[in-house]
């Protein structure tokens, strides 16, 4: 089994800043992709930002220039900065691991708040 804890998560208010955390432990051998998903009130999950094993990364249009994700190898762990928070960014934001035999895993959630 695998289980992934984020942590990192709060009530910030709007042009504020805050830095996710994703720790992966478990049955881990190789992990391929590393991600960020969202899901606020009443609507569905979207990702947000990937980080491939090789270091490659993607974002949505909403928090490109925004966000940043990052991951430690070593500590099998997955950041995400984000910056300039907007009201729009509050969710729930979860993380995703993909690992060498495809299998994906989900963190439990971790809620983000942007209000004044």
């Known amino acids: 089994q695998v289980q992934l804890v984020e942590s990192g998560g709060g009530l910030v208010q709007p042009g504020g800043s805050l830095r996710l955390s994703c720790v992966a432990s478990?049955?881990?051998?190789?992990?391929?992709?590393m991600g960020w998903y969202r899901q606020a009130p009443g609507k569905g999950r979207e990702a947000v930002a990937m980080v491939s094993s090789g270091g490659t990364t993607s974002y949505s249009n909403s928090v490109k220039g925004r966000f940043t994700i990052s991951r430690d190898n070593a500590k099998n762990t997955v950041y995400l900065q984000m910056n300039s928070l907007k009201p729009e960014d509050t969710a729930v934001y979860y993380c995703?691991?993909?690992?060498?035999?495809?299998?994906?895993?989900w963190g439990q959630g971790t809620q983000v708040t942007v209000s004044s």
């Open positions: 478990g049955r881990i051998n190789s992990i391929n992709g």
């Open positions: 995703s691991v993909v690992l060498s035999n495809r299998l994906t895993y």
